[in-house]
């Protein structure tokens, strides 16, 4: 059975940075898509940044393009999330997802498993 586990979220100021880290567990299929997805109150859940197994296929949502940077060390079946210049928008709950095949996608449908989130919040 698949599992992810977030961890990392926090409060920051403006301008700030924060790692969120996602342990998997129980990936069995040798390619598979990754992802990163947050939801505010009252908003649809987003996507955010998508990583594929293959080729290291990385792409990012527009508001994040050039802020945060998507990551995996397979070695310790983690993914990683590093946000920098964070603004008081990203505040959201912050998701990992997974799920076998396919190419990256930040469509939440896409996805079969999912963490249970961690809360980043920033403001001043």
């Known amino acids: 059975q698949v599992q992810l586990v977030e961890s990392g979220g926090g409060s920051v100021q403006p301008g700030g940075s924060l790692r969120l880290s996602c342990a998997a567990s129980g990936i069995t299929d040798s390619l598979y898509r990754m992802g990163w997805f947050r939801q505010a109150p009252g908003k649809e859940r987003e996507g955010v940044a998508t990583i594929y197994s293959r080729n290291d296929y990385e792409y990012y949502a527009d508001s994040v393009r050039g802020r945060f940077t998507i990551s995996r060390d397979n070695a310790k079946n983690t993914l990683y999330l590093q946000m920098n210049s964070l603004k008081p928008e990203d505040t959201a709950m912050y998701y990992c997802?997974?799920?076998?095949?396919?190419?990256?996608?930040?469509?939440?449908?896409?996805?079969?498993?999912w963490g249970q989130g961690t809360q980043v919040t920033v403001s001043s």
């Open positions: 997802a997974a799920s076998p095949g396919g190419v990256g996608s930040l469509l939440p449908l896409d996805y079969n498993y």
